[in-house]
């Protein structure tokens, strides 16, 4: 069936630093796919999406590319910041099917 | 409503008793899914209506397990006989509609902590 693979964190930089959290993917056909955040204390927030090969998503200064050819939709970030401490999920949908999700990262920024 | 919205935020029971967990959509959102989330890992699909189907259940873990959605819109999540395996959050979310519209993300709530002691 449809899975993602994340990078294990948990993942520490210093403010400013650049991030990046890969995902790799699973999948028949061509899924959509996510990047969605918990801050903590909070519920589920969608962060990003693309829905076909080649497409980027962005939001917040973060970016993320479907790449078909290698499976990956691995978000970036140029300068983080404290306030963007959480844990992120990479996700996909294929079809018809409901949302697949990652294990999540978790990200600490240090002042 | 502005967001998805659970009740109740936290629920603590004692191992073998019967629970309810309540999710209120977002207005007008036809699709509405239930997730569980224990520690440390990503949200895993339980069940998703649409309308008032159940429309693919194939995440329960048994049958103990079970969901409603009387009217399309409120649906409840029903855990009998609950075991202290099934501590975790739950965690409901909607979105417009299902099928044609895959590239919809969903919206979720804040989730029900369930601690089965």
């Known amino acids: 069936g449809d899975s993602v693979t994340q990078m294990e964190g948990p993942v520490t930089l210093s403010e400013e630093a650049f991030l990046t959290i890969n995902c790799t993917y699973t999948?028949?056909?061509?899924?959509?796919l996510f990047w969605y955040v918990q801050y903590p204390g909070e519920g589920l927030q969608l962060l990003l999406k693309?829905?076909?090969?080649?497409d980027k998503g962005s939001n917040k200064g973060f970016e993320a590319t479907y790449r078909k050819e290698t499976t990956s939709f691995h978000l970036e970030k140029g300068s983080v910041q404290v306030s963007d401490s959480a844990v992120y999920f990479c996700?996909?949908?294929?079809?018809?099917?409901?949302?697949?999700f990652g294990k999540g990262t978790r990200l600490s920024v240090i002042a | 409503g502005a967001g998805v919205s659970q009740t109740p935020s936290n629920k603590v029971t004692e191992k073998g008793k019967y629970v309810e967990l309540r999710c209120d959509p977002i207005?007008?959102?036809?699709?509405l899914y239930w997730y569980r989330q224990s520690l440390g890992q990503g949200p895993e699909f339980l069940i998703y209506?649409?309308?008032?189907?159940?429309?693919?259940d194939s995440g329960l873990p048994n049958d103990r397990f079970f969901a409603v959605r009387p009217e399309g819109s409120v649906s409840t999540l029903k855990i009998q006989r609950t075991e202290r395996g099934d501590s975790a959050v739950y965690l409901c979310?909607?979105?417009?509609?299902?099928?044609?519209?895959?590239?919809?993300?969903?919206?979720f709530g804040s989730g029900t902590r369930l601690t089965v002691v």
């Open positions: 979310a909607s979105s417009p509609y299902s099928g044609q519209g895959r590239d919809y993300g969903y919206t």
């Open positions: 999948a028949t056909g061509y899924p959509s």
């Open positions: 693309a829905t076909k090969a080649d």
């Open positions: 996700a996909l949908r294929g079809g018809n099917t409901p949302l697949v």
């Open positions: 207005s007008g959102h036809t699709a």
């Open positions: 209506f649409q309308g008032t189907g159940a429309a693919d």
